[in-house]
């Protein structure tokens, strides 16, 4: 089976610094997915690298089978690979509606055509509607994005993302920032995500980790030190020594 995402010998050097050092990874269609590491690990720069923020050093990345190295964030998102970002990208005067109506319309390729009233397009606005209630925000789908809780507007983001209709979603610590008590509607969320979608989840929180992902990849000084289930990764001890003695399952380390 192709994998919906390969990198090979995946490398970024900023002067004599090396921050992602030929990483060679791959997530099977589908796949549920995490990518942790201590601070300074080069999981952000490996992402930024993934989505086009940056370009390689040297190395490749390919989506389903397609070289997509040298392509924009713009034709990777068109080809299905969408993200999720630490800080909110949101429209804070639009509402949630409105927000997955443009991703809708920016997805078919309509968006610089529109205005506001043309937005209620009955098509577009029942999958919209949709994909908000998957995401339990049917409730403040008609409010400004900047009156719903924090924990609400995280939510939002991944229905932006699934507006795209992606084939690979990278979630960049979605939780961060949220009460606890909005934090299992966001983990519940992610988890009910189709299987059409594959999720690589980039994530301090080990509870959110252990609970969601079926695989977990291990970045330490830019280098892919292990990729492998969660139990064989918890008790790594060379995972174990990277995190200074951090409970890495829930419990003590």
């Known amino acids: 089976m192709t994998p919906i995402l390969a990198t090979d010998r995946l490398s970024r050097s900023f002067g004599g610094l090396r921050a992602v050092n030929e990483v060679t990874f791959s ?6 997915q995490a990518l942790i590491g201590p601070n300074g690990a080069g999981k952000t720069t490996f992402v930024n690298i993934l989505t086009g923020v940056i370009a390689p050093s040297f190395g490749s990345i390919r989506l389903a089978g397609e070289d997509i190295t040298r392509l924009s ?3 990777r998102v068109r080809r299905g690979m969408v993200r999720t970002f630490q800080v909110n990208q949101l429209f804070p005067d639009l509402t949630p509606l409105e ?3 443009l991703a809708i319309f920016e997805r078919d390729g309509k968006a610089a055509n ?3 009233p043309a937005w209620r397009e009955e098509a577009a606005a029942e999958e ?3 994909i908000l209630a998957r ?5 403040v789908m008609d409010l400004p994005t900047a009156e ?3 924990g609400k507007r995280r939510q939002l983001e991944i ?3 699934l507006a795209c209709r992606p084939k690979l979603l990278l979630l960049d610590e979605p939780a961060a920032g949220v009460p606890d008590g909005e934090r299992q509607d966001i983990m519940a969320a992610i988890a009910a995500l189709p299987r059409d979608v594959a999720v690589l989840l980039i994530e301090h929180d080990m509870d959110l980790v252990f609970r969601f992902a079926e695989r977990i990849a291990v970045l330490v000084g830019g280098t892919l030190l292990v990729e492998d289930v969660p139990e064989r990764v918890a008790a790594d001890p060379r995972v174990r020594e990277a995190y200074l003695g951090e409970s890495l399952d829930g419990r003590a380390a």
């Open 27 to 32: 997530l099977a269609p589908g796949a549920r």
């Open 114 to 116: 529109l205005r506001r």
């Open 99 to 101: 927000s997955v109506l």
């Open 159 to 161: 229905a932006v993302a």
């Open 135 to 139: 995401l339990k925000l049917a409730d």
């Open 148 to 150: 719903i809780a924090y």
């Open 128 to 130: 919209a509607a949709a």
């Open 73 to 75: 964030r713009h034709q």
